[in-house]
């Protein structure tokens, strides 16, 4: 049985010969055999017709479950690959559907918008499926190349979509984004529900309702999966501090900056979801925010604007494949509506920021937001850590690659890679 189980065999068939366990000998034995079968058979069909031999050709006849597993595994493998695939639309059919886009735009009462990963990435921000994303990257066993997120900026995308907030286009938008682009390009935060959280603000949940603090860096340095404290601590009641990061595998329940109540009443009231730069695996999951309990003549409209499938294609009233910022820029010229550009000075973070107190200036090493142009004076705790009370420098900022992503994923690889040495 030992032999039965080596390097050939597949996570599912491994369950396979488990299940075999418990069941009957008479459901046992098959099984086993077309276990033990699937390696060899996985050879030969490899093989071309014509280089099989006469005895790998019989081995196929008697064992023709096995021959339609593998087969049927091919066919499952391609189709993967091809849907991790970019594509891109050309610029006539690109155009095309922008103009369709653009009616739609004009006709909805209440647009609501899904944002990920893809609209940051101008930012130099990973994704996380994209073909250099950090789960892409993750799954090939390649090291996270890492960003420094203080340097991040609100993208055209961003910004496009604050302004037809301001032209009463857009009415909410659901991001799955933690960088806090949203809030630092000009959106209100009663317009936004960040559904996994926001890197640059940690909160006091022992105060009612939860204080906020926004900082001027990461603060998801000290966190992780479940482990959420920041090291620093409320300056109202003196509890911990928390960062307000949903990993995979948790839920939220912080009322701010989730704001689940404001995604699920907007989903209700939409015609209209522009779905930008999003994967939509994880977001489908969600069904609060595809209105599943309205007739499906009811349901609002659908636009996907992605460079990769997502699973909700065939749902969508039309599919753009392109970069979010090619897009929202053609977008905003068929709205004949000017793209406001990102201005540091009015970024809303320099006046919302909470300093840290003398005794937390040690507390991070990450980047700081550069400050505007003129302001580079500022205190130290709003830009940098102080030098200690002996004279020495804290220590120098680290680039990062953001807390909020790869620790769970990262974890897992170590104790399979311990498990297999």
Known sequence: MEADTGAGVSRAEKKALDKAKIVGPAVRGPVVELCAVLPQVTRILKKAEDERTEEEARTLLRHPSAVEQVRGRSVRSGQQRRRREEVCDGVEELRTKVSQLAAAVRCAQHLVVYTGAGISTAASIPDYRGPNGVWTQLQKGQAVSSSDLGRAEPTLTHMCIKALHQQNL???????????????????????????????????????????????????????????????????????????????????????????????????????????????????????????????????????????????????????????????????????????????????????????????????????????????????DAQGSAPDAQGHAPPAPQPVQGGWFGRGFSKGRKRKKRKTV
């Open 170 to 380: 857009v009415k909410h938008v659901v991001s799955q984004n933690c960088d806090g682009l949203h809030l630092r390009s000009g959106l209100p935060q009663h317009a936004l529900s960040e559904l996994h959280g926001n890197m640059l603000i940690e909160v006091c949940a022992s105060c009612i309702p939860a204080r906020e603090y926004v900082r001027m860096f990461d603060v998801t340095e000290r966190t992780a999966l479940r482990r959420h404290a920041t090291g620093r601590r409320c300056g109202r009641c003196g509890a911990e501090l928390r960062d307000t990061i949903v990993h995979f595998g948790e839920r939220g329940t912080l009322e701010q900056p989730l704001n689940w109540s404001g995604a699920a009443a907007a989903a209700g009231s939409a015609d209209l979801i522009l779905c930008l730069g999003s994967s939509l695996k994880v977001l489908k999951k969600y069904a609060c925010l595809w209105s599943m309990n309205r007739p499906a003549k009811r349901r609002p409209l659908l636009f996907i604007v992605n460079l990769q499938w997502t699973p909700k294609d065939d749902l969508a009233t039309l599919k753009i494949n392109g970069r979010c910022d090619e897009v929202m820029e053609l977008l905003m010229e068929e709205l004949d509506l000017q793209i406001p550009p990102y201005n540091k000075a009015e970024d809303p973070i320099f006046h919302q920021a909470t300093p840290l107190r003398p005794e937390e200036e040690l507390s991070h090493t990450r980047c700081l937001i550069a400050p505007p142009a003129g302001q580079e004076d500022q205190p130290p």
